[in-house]
């Protein structure tokens, strides 16, 4: 019951449950999943055997309820009975070029995905020339490496004309930012396509013991903190836009971090509004997690949300429907 209680009220520190802000400790914030997992088990455990201490997790969630919002959302049954501006954020790990999955054709189901969800705007991470299908219903593109004279990058594909683009290069690292406008219903609108330092977690070398446990959670660490800068640079362009703007992105952290307090700033998580489940778009020692996010400008509202389950990457797809207000 100790341990339970111990994890409850971390899980509310790192949640923000308190005071409307979280207690910010790079790698913990990075397991909220997990922790939240594990309470959930010592929930039903308590249940089975009708014992009182089920109580403290049905008080930590009133207490939380809102914050809960980023990690569950409850079966939006509506009907969408409304059309706006669709945008797809996907990342396509290079269209399988390395054969990751055991799958033929997979640049050509993607294209195949993509005509089928027809998006206005489709953000692609992980983009590659070389292996990329023709997205011939997209006259419009932006299309930038990462790295000087590379060929895998970022992609802006449009139904729309895209004017002011940008590139923003993160340094040391193969990962970076995108932006274009486009006039939507008589207004300019800022479309982000950013893509944050990979992880790169790899639980081979996990905590199973003491020096692998210091090394796993200093190199997690480190990264978190080039994320840090990356989202810095970020914002210094982003300050300068005086116009509505949505981001597409490739977070590589979760909703209970630093970096995704600071990238979606006051603008509006798609997800927490309309979104479904557990919304998990990249697998992590086999457990959903969402690091793939659509944030869009409070000046518009949201029609629809899906996370799109395929097989066709590492990370699964996500899309919105918004229009304005």
């Known amino acids: 019951m100790f341990i339970n209680l111990i994890l409850l009220i971390l899980q509310l520190l790192l949640m923000g449950s308190f005071g409307g802000g979280y207690y910010y400790y790079p790698f913990l914030n990075l397991m909220v999943?997990?922790?939240i997992l594990i309470n959930c088990f010592f929930f039903i455990f308590w249940i089975i055997k009708l014992k009182w201490p089920?109580?403290?997790?049905?008080f930590s969630l009133l207490i939380s309820y809102t914050e809960w919002e980023r990690f569950y959302k409850l079966p939006n049954n509506g009907i969408p009975v409304s059309k706006g501006l669709k945008l797809m954020s996907f990342n396509v790990r290079l269209f399988n070029s390395y054969n990751w999955i055991d799958q033929e054709n997979v640049p050509e189901s993607i294209l195949s995905f993509v005509n089928e969800e027809s998006p206005d705007i489709l953000c692609l991470q992980e983009f590659s020339k070389e292996f990329s299908p023709p997205f011939k219903s997209y006259p419009y593109t932006y299309i930038q490496s990462s790295s000087k004279n590379g060929q895998n990058g970022l992609c802006i594909l449009s139904k729309y004309p895209l004017y002011n683009r940008g590139f923003i290069p993160f340094e040391n690292s193969n990962n970076g930012a995108v932006f274009a406008e486009i006039f939507y219903k008589r207004d300019t609108l800022r479309i982000y396509n950013l893509h944050l330092e990979s992880l790169r977690i790899n639980f081979k070398d996990t905590l199973l013991t003491r020096v692998?446990?210091?090394k796993f959670i200093n190199r997690i660490?480190?990264?978190i903190k080039k994320q840090e800068v990356q989202m810095a640079e970020f914002e210094k362009i982003d300050k300068k836009n005086l116009n509505p703007s949505i981001i597409c992105t490739d977070l590589n952290n979760n909703a209970f971090s630093k970096i995704y307090k600071g990238i979606k700033n006051k603008r509006i998580d798609a997800f927490s509004i309309a979104g479904n489940g557990l919304g998990g778009t990249y697998n992590l020692a086999n457990f959903p997690f969402r690091i793939d996010f659509i944030f869009f400008d409070p000046r518009m509202e949201i029609i629809e949300f899906n996370t799109h389950s395929i097989n066709l990457s590492d990370h699964n797809p996500v899309s919105a429907?918004?229009?304005?207000k």
């Open 54 to 58: 089920f109580v403290m997790f049905v």
């Open 33 to 35: 999943p997990f922790i």
């Open 321 to 324: 429907v918004l229009r304005w």
């Open 212 to 214: 692998n446990s210091k």
């Open 221 to 223: 660490t480190d990264v």
